[in-house]
């Protein structure tokens, strides 16, 4: 079955980097397009970036740009987001999204002092 297992999370200060991966199985990753949203407490959840299947294209949620970067390898069934220059309103829960239907159960980033 499809499982896509989010990693990488953590507590972090203001400024600061993390990289999250998402490990995905089950499915042909290559095919599919890829995507990281965030739920922040008592928010809505929102679409951070995603990647094309061959990763020709990317795009970011307006909040992250220059800050965060999508990536992935098709060889390691991987997609990883690369955070940097975090913020305190950065603190969210963070899913991956395989197509239109797969998410994983999400790794909580915190960002405070």
């Known amino acids: 079955q499809v499982q896509l297992v989010e990693s990488g999370g953590g507590l972090v200060q203001p400024g600061g980097s993390l990289r999250l991966s998402c490990a995905a199985s089950?499915?042909?990753?290559?095919?599919?397009?890829m995507s990281w949203y965030r739920q922040a407490p008592g928010k809505e959840r929102e679409l951070v970036a995603r990647i094309t299947s061959i990763g020709g294209s990317t795009n970011y949620a307006d909040s992250v740009k220059g800050r965060f970067t999508i990536s992935r390898d098709n060889a390691k069934n991987t997609v990883y987001l690369q955070m940097n220059s975090l913020k305190p309103e950065d603190t969210a829960v963070y899913y991956c999204?395989?197509?239109?239907?797969?998410w994983g159960k999400g790794t909580l980033v915190t960002v405070s002092s």
């Open positions: 999204k395989a197509g239109l239907y797969f």
């Open positions: 089950g499915f042909t990753f290559s095919s599919y397009m």
